[in-house]
C-alpha cells in the first residue's frame, strides 16, 4: 500500500532544474527492471536522479520537466492494475501519482511515445541521460525526428541536445537537510552492523556468517538494502580491494577486512573496519593499523570549506608514505617516495569519493581543470588503506596484511561531521569491544 510522501521535498527540486532549463524540456527515465534469471527478476532499485526529483519508487516511469514561464512537470506511470496488484502489490496509478506526489499531470506510460513528440514542439532544447542506454537514446532521437517532419507545418524541432546530468549532478552534490537526516541515520544503522560483526566474528567463523549478520542488522533497524555488495575479507583476502567471494574461513591470528554500508531509503552508507579475528592486534597488525588510522585522521581534519578535493587525499598520503619508511617497507626520502609515487606498492587507491543517493554519488571532483573546493552540504567517504602482498623485501611479519578504515563526512560550516563515528576504530576501542563477544 501506498505510505506517507513530503512530496513539496521534490516539487522544490523539479522547482530548481526548470528554472536551468528556461524554454526547454528535461525527460528523465526511471531504471528498467532486469531479468535475473528465467522469470526471477533482481530486486527492483529506482533510478537515482529520477528518484532524486520524484520521491516514485515503481518502475515504468519517466518525468517530462517542461520549462518556460509557467513550468509543469508530468509524471508517465503505469496504470492501475486490479489484477497485476494481485501479484505484484499496490500501484498508484496515474491519478493518485499525481496527487501524492504533487505532479501538474501524470498520464499512462502507454502513452509516453504518443505524447512526446507535442511536448517537445517549438521547444529549444531538450535535456535527457545521454549515452547510458543506446535504446533510450534511439527513442528520444525518434521522437526529435517526428517533430523535425512537421516542418513544413512551422513546427521547430530542438536544435539542442544536453545531458541533463550535468544539471542534476551539481544539485545533487550539495545534500539538503532531509537527505542529510537519511544518510546520519544510515550511518547509525550501518555502525550498529559494524559493532555487531565485530562481537561475533571469531576463529573458525566464515565470512559469509560475518556477512549475514550485517545484513540483519541493516533490516532490523529498517533499512531496504545493502548500498552495495558488502567486502568480508578475512587475511590475505584484504589485499583484494574489490573481494566480493566472502566464502573463507577466518583463522586465528588473521585481521578481518569489512566494508559494508546500508541503503536507507535510497541513501547510502559506506564504512569500512578492520580488526582482529582472534580480538587482539599482533605487534605488526597495530603498527600498521596505528599508521592507516593516523592517516585518516589527518585527512579528515583537511575536511572543511575551502579545501580542494585533492586536500585529505594529500594528507592522508604523506602520513601512509613516511609510515612506509619507518616501517622499512619502503627506503629514501619522503620527498622521493612521493614524487616516484613508489607508496603506491601499499596503497594504490584515492582516499575517498562523493556519497550520497549512489555510493559512489554524482559531482564532478574538477572543475574548470582545478581541484573542487568542499562546500557545507556536501558529503565524502575518508577511506586511507595498506595492502601488503609478498615481494621481495617485504618483512615476513607485515605479509598479507590488509587494513582499510573508512566513514562518511558530512562538510559543516567550520569543518566535517563523521556521520558514521558510531563504530568503533581505535585499536583500544575494538579490542575492549571484542573482549564482550557472544553468539
Known amino acids: 500500500m501506498s505510505v506517507a510522501i513530503d512530496a513539496s521535498i521534490y516539487a522544490r527540486r523539479r522547482a530548481r532544474l526548470a528554472a536551468r532549463l528556461g524554454k526547454g524540456v528535461a525527460i528523465v527515465p526511471t531504471a528498467p527492471e532486469c531479468l535475473r534469471n528465467r522469470d526471477a527478476h533482481y530486486p527492483y532499485r529506482y533510478d537515482s536522479y529520477f528518484y532524486y526529483l520524484t520521491g516514485f519508487r515503481e518502475p515504468e516511469a519517466v518525468l517530462v520537466l517542461v520549462g518556460g514561464d509557467t513550468p509543469r512537470s508530468i509524471l508517465f506511470c503505469r496504470d492501475k492494475n486490479a489484477e497485476r496488484e494481485i501479484w505484484d502489490g499496490y500501484r498508484y496509478g496515474p491519478e493518485a501519482a499525481r496527487t501524492t506526489f504533487a505532479f501538474e499531470e501524470a498520464c499512462s506510460i502507454s502513452e509516453l511515445d504518443t505524447r512526446m513528440p507535442d511536448l517537445l514542439?517549438?521547444?529549444p532544447a531538450v535535456q535527457v541521460h545521454l549515452g547510458s542506454d543506446p535504446v533510450w537514446d534511439g527513442r528520444v532521437l525518434g521522437w526529435i525526428n517526428a517533430v523535425r517532419s512537421r516542418a513544413r507545418s512551422g513546427v521547430a524541432a530542438p536544435g539542442d541536445l544536453r545531458d541533463v546530468r550535468v544539471l542534476l549532478d551539481e544539485m545533487r552534490l550539495i545534500k539538503d537537510g532531509h537527505e542529510i537526516a537519511l544518510m546520519r541515520r544510515a550511518g547509525e544503522i550501518s555502525a550498529a552492523a559494524h559493532r555487531r560483526a565485530m562481537q561475533t566474528s571469531r576463529p573458525g567463523a566464515t565470512e559469509y556468517e560475518v556477512e549475514a549478520v550485517l545484513q540483519h542488522e541493516f533490516r532490523h533497524h529498517g533499512a531496504q538494502a545493502p548500498a552495495y555488495t558488502s567486502i568480508v575479507a578475512g587475511g590475505a583476502n584484504a589485499c583484494v580491494l574489490h573481494y566480493v567471494e566472502n566464502n573463507a574461513a577466518l583463522a586465528d591470528g588473521d585481521l578481518l577486512l569489512i566494508d559494508a554500508g546500508c541503503e536507507l531509503d535510497g541513501y547510502a552508507s559506506d564504512i569500512t573496519r578492520t580488526f582482529p579475528v582472534n580480538g587482539r592486534f599482533s605487534s605488526a597488525q597495530r603498527e600498521v593499523y596505528e599508521l592507516v588510522l593516523a592517516a585518516q585522521a589527518a585527512?579528515?581534519?583537511?575536511?572543511?570549506?575551502?579545501?580542494?578535493?585533492?586536500?585529505?587525499?594529500?594528507?592522508?598520503?604523506?602520513?601512509?608514505?613516511?609510515?612506509?619508511?619507518?616501517?622499512k617497507l619502503l627506503s629514501g626520502t619522503l620527498d622521493a617516495v612521493l614524487e616516484q609515487e613508489s607508496y603506491k606498492q601499499f596503497y594504490m587507491h584515492r582516499t575517498g569519493h562523493w556519497?550520497?543517493?549512489?555510493?559512489?554519488d554524482a559531482g564532478e571532483y574538477k572543475t574548470g581543470g582545478e581541484w573542487r573546493e568542499l562546500q557545507p552540504g556536501m558529503v565524502l567517504t575518508v577511506e586511507p588503506g595498506c595492502y601488503i602482498r609478498p615481494a621481495p623485501g617485504v618483512p615476513e611479519a607485515f605479509i598479507n596484511i590488509g587494513i582499510r578504515i573508512e566513514d562518511d563526512a558530512l562538510v559543516t560550516e567550520d569543518g566535517c561531521e563523521i556521520l558514521s563515528a558510531a563504530a568503533p576504530k581505535s585499536v583500544a576501542d575494538i579490542e575492549a569491544l571484542m573482549r564482550d563477544r557472544h553468539d
Open 121 to 123: 514542439a517549438d521547444r
Open 299 to 327: 585527512a579528515i581534519a583537511a575536511v572543511k570549506p575551502g579545501a580542494h578535493w585533492n586536500t585529505p587525499h594529500d594528507a592522508a598520503v604523506a602520513v601512509l608514505a613516511q609510515g612506509f619508511i619507518d616501517l
Open 355 to 360: 556519497l550520497g543517493l549512489d555510493v559512489h
